[in-house]
């Protein structure tokens, strides 16, 4: 089974926060930074749609839910800090609101868990945190698709249609994403999975959605929103 995860809408707090080197990792040692830790403090200004940090530096508010996963099918305590299959600690930017995430049911009751407000965040989420805000609203509707089986994550979104890998490895996260992609192009356009291949290679961007969840590496694949067409048919 399948279950679908549509964000109707997102308010965020009044405030947030970013930090960045608050603790030793390989990356901020291999970028200089382990023994220099930093803090932004936003104010939200919801209305404007804006971030402001105590330096002046404003950007835009483009809120999204860090995790949106169920369970996965071992028993037992499981981190919530690593994304799975079955999604979580996804932290993908493009699941604003308009977006509809499908994610694969592994445990019985599915069980699914959603949390960490982002008011913004770049690909990758590079220092391990974005805006870190609080939700005043957010607004879900579930629906379970009992015939539909999936083996990654996929999406709906403003953007596009997006498939998500997750993986310790990063060309094996990008492996599990471009293979769910290249499968939907040829299931939605008819063609082989070579021909959906060469059509991925000129529309389809690789992104890298964050390098920072314990070890697991995400990579997302994006069929840009209009980007395929036929003569005579109106973008898709």
């Known amino acids: 089974m399948t279950l679908e995860v549509e964000v109707v809408s997102l308010r965020t707090g009044p405030w947030g926060w970013t930090f960045a080197a608050r603790r ?18 936003w104010d939200l200004d919801r209305e404007a749609g804006l971030a402001r940090d105590q330096f002046g530096h404003t950007v835009t508010l483009r809120p999204f839910l860090g995790v949106i996963g169920l369970a996965p099918a071992e028993p037992g305590l ?3 800090w690593p994304p799975r299959r079955e999604g979580g600690n996804i932290d993908c ?3 604003v609101a308009g ?14 868990s ?4 982002h008011g913004a965040q770049g690909d990758g989420e590079v220092s391990g945190t974005a805006v870190e805000c609080a939700m005043e609203r957010v607004e879900l509707v579930v629906r379970l698709h009992e015939d539909l089986a999936i083996e990654t994550m996929r999406a709906e979104t403003p953007a596009g249609t997006l498939t ?15 293979d769910a992609m290249v499968g939907l192009i040829a299931e939605r ?3 082989s999975r070579s021909q959906a291949l060469a059509l991925a290679s000129v529309v389809v961007d690789l992104r890298v959605t964050q390098i920072v969840n314990a070890g697991v590496r995400g990579v997302h694949a994006l069929l840009p929103a209009g980007a395929l067409a036929r003569a005579g048919d109106a973008a898709r």
């Open 93 to 95: 930017r493009e699941l």
């Open 78 to 80: 499981h981190p919530t």
């Open 189 to 191: 356009e008819g063609l």
């Open 114 to 117: 959603v949390g960490d407000g």
């Open 164 to 178: 998500l890998g997750v993986h310790e490895d990063l060309d094996e996260a990008a492996h599990i994403a471009l």
């Open 99 to 112: 977006s509809r995430l499908l994610l694969p049911v592994a445990a019985p009751g599915a069980l699914l």
């Open 24 to 41: 030793p990792t390989p990356l901020a040692e291999r970028l200089g930074v382990s023994d220099r830790p930093a803090l932004l403090r």
